[in-house]
């Protein structure tokens, strides 16, 4: 598995400027750190409701799981933890897992 880590685009970086020079108050509120605890602890809280936090030895298919999200974690050098959740689209249920590396 190759992690890559993701760069803005030109696009993003002109969106950004746009609001830090016309928002100055939201942009600052955004990068601030009171921003980044309000938008984790929203996540986690969203994810408690709704999904199963999943270890090595939660079933069989997690240990494959969770060794792609240690592989990642580590090359990223950020904590990992993964979830699963179980999404209903029409009549066909899904398994749905994510890995949020907070930071």
Excluded at 19 to 24: D, T
Excluded at 44 to 68: E, P, V, W
Aim: glycine residues 8%; proline residues 3%.
């Amino acid at each position: 598995m190759t992690v890559t880590k993701l760069e803005p685009l030109a696009y993003h970086h002109r969106v950004a400027d746009a609001v830090a020079s016309r928002e100055k108050e939201l942009w600052d509120w955004f990068r601030s750190d009171t921003f980044a605890e309000q938008y984790k602890r929203d996540a986690q809280l969203r994810l408690s409701k709704s999904a199963i936090q999943l270890g090595r030895d939660g079933n069989a298919n997690n240990g494959g799981r969770y060794g792609l999200a240690e592989s990642a974690r580590d090359k990223l050098g950020s904590p990992a933890t993964s979830y699963s959740t179980s999404l209903r689209m029409g009549a066909v249920r899904r398994m749905q897992c994510c890995t949020t590396f907070p930071g």
